[in-house]
């Protein structure tokens, strides 16, 4: 059976130091067993509780604050105790449930669901990880214990409070103003954060598992302002590097090299004088990236993030050069009015790997330091386009062609028209002997062809098959390849034949002959006779026919005719005159769709034998 508890914590700390004690008072309300005890628990100590009061000596808690409490020093896992901020935030109710026959119970500050006491050994964490908060530490972010016994239902020595962290606050120095965050690390590696084990009997942390840092975060982190720190107790040889970055990306190392043991239930106040700029902690990188101009790549910048960014740091040195090297070659000198390296001995573009920075400075004192580190290029990007047309791109709207149905039909079916290639690589690049580059071009697959300079435009091509060709191209520069390809479907379209009869397009079934302009279909068999024209196709293609027939009748009780089909449906069935031996001249228009699965052209003669036939005397198919 579990008994609800009430503790009542009061807080009152001394002006002189945040960790003062204060008095002990204790109140009891009912004797049964079953009634509720009420407690009020004084804390001898407190400093790491919530927040620091506005004198930034005195401890608050903050609404939301909760313990953990074990009732039991077997393997156990605590009791959640939420509290209540009363008028005066110097005191708290927590209230939470405990078994009957607890005898003593320890209060762990701040709760934590995963901490669990074995014997008189408890473990919780330490975050790592803490809001930045201006003349405080964060809520949650000290840790802080207490024990007290219960005998008939009485509190004996009362609830005392201690501080297991010890704090370090210091001031945000001009040069970071709106900071986003300032990691701070132990120079000796020690664990500042992480796992922690409590021992209870000595109410102190007595080892800490984790990271050997600590990092204050927030939305800015101001100039001038104090922040506060919560860390494991112990020795830190070397002190502490701090590591500020600003809301623009910039980042600033600075150490505090003093040796410091720091104890539980202290603050240390390192002030802004000790984030000086250590010769061991210059910070130096260079960011090297390609420059492009409209896709052509031009050469590399380099920038420098450099010595003496600031007029604090700049304080500190009185000059400095860099350098960066490649095979032991200087390809880049510092510019030190912007910080981009400025171009040294025509390297404009800096191929892809490792390069070495080698900086230099001479600090006030007069000592001569150096600086080595390395910087990596990465691999650029080679770009390759492709430019022509043919009359399928007009009506497709490909190939940079806006669809354009007249345009399409006013050029030569045949014909590939304009075919360029262009390599996004700059001239001056492609022609300096300091880099290796190839690149060439190919019709249909066939031999590559190489050309001077970074563009060239084909002649036309005229004469293609219907049928699918391509231009492709290629350019390989400091060991990256780009390719590209072009597609041109050549349709047949638009498709002009004013003398079939010569035209090898048209594949002619039996008794179909030619007189040298016109196919003749019929005179010497009876039935139906076709004549077919074959398109390429890469889609379906909605066209328009213009077409002339001659039909000539035998005879006054059979007529002759023609049937147009265009892409397999038929469009056309043109009759022709009534008599014997009469000729008859027909202009027939229609449209219709190729696909390309039936690209074709066919016109199919009704004959009725000798001297019946028709003549097929011309084609225009246009795009529509």
Known sequence: MMKKITLYSFLLLGAASVFAACSKEISQSGSSPESLLSLTIPASKASCKTSLGPDRQSVRWSEGDALTVFDREADCQGHRFDGTVLDDPAWAVFSGEVHLDTKTFYALYPYDAQARMSGTVITTSLPAAQDATVSSFAAGAALSFASATLAN??????????????????????????????VISSVNGAAMAGTVTIDAAERAIVSVSGPSSVTLAADALHAGATYYAAIAPGTYAGGFRFQVTTEGGRVYTAVNPRDMTLAAGTVYALGTAGLTLADEDVFLSVAISHTYDAGVLTGSSAVLSPVGVCDEFASMIASWSVELRRDGSVVRRLSESSGQMAVAGGWTYLPQGEYDIVASYTSVSGAVKQVRGKASSPA?????????????????????????????????AGTVYAPSVSIGISDALLCDSKYTASWSYSYDGGAATAFEGRSVTLADIPGQNWAKHSLSATCTFDGVTGNATRTFHITGLPFRDSTPGKTSCWSKGSSCSSDGNSIKMGNAAAGNLTVTASFYCPADINVSLASNVKIRTASLLNRNGVTVKIGGTKVIDQTGPKGTAVTETYDLSASGTLTASNATLQYEAKSWGANSYVWLNSAAVTYR
């Open 153 to 182: 239902h009485t509190v004996g020595d009362g609830l005392t409070f201690e501080p297991l962290c010890a704090v370090i606050a210091f001031e945000m120095p001009a040069y970071a103003d709106r900071a986003r965050s300032v």
């Open 380 to 412: 650029p990007t080679v770009g390759v386009s492709l430019g022509g047309y043919c009359s399928y791109d007009y009506y497709a709207g490909g190939n940079g062609c806006a669809r354009n149905v007249s345009t399409a039909n006013s050029l030569d």
